[in-house]
């Protein structure tokens, strides 16, 4: 049975002692999880989920299909994020532990500030024009 799930966002001086506060007043065996921001918005992921349908289409024009988990892990590994494989019973690896629902908004544009340039060196034509901006929320 869980207990309730406290939130504090260290914005000022109050939220910092109010986190300490709950830091203190947690029982044995309490989970305290630090992290550089929420995560990446609904707007983001969407935006994300459209430009690798872009460049799964360009890399079908070359002949090399993917599906769309497929193609979101391979991004992430080559711009950088750390993506870990595990070796199933039928002998073909799947990805574990690292998701980009995992990602803060910050990260998000990053990824996909890196997806856009990929994208362009390898001549994706994009179908939105609000992907120019992938930092825009």
Known sequence: MGGAVRRAV????ARRRYAKVLIDQAPPGSVVTVTDGPNRTKE???RMWAMIDDIRARWAEGGEMRSKDDAKIILMHEA???????????GKPFP????SSNLTIKQMGEFMEWMQAYGDGIGVVWKEKERLDPCAA
Not at 10 to 13: E, F, G
Not at 80 to 90: A, I, M, R
Request: glycine share 14%; net charge negative.
């Open 10 to 13: 260290l914005i000022d001086a």
């Open 44 to 46: 983001q992921n969407a």
């Open 80 to 90: 950088g994020w750390d993506v870990e494989f595990l070796t199933g019973l039928d």
């Open 96 to 99: 574990i532990g690292f998701r």
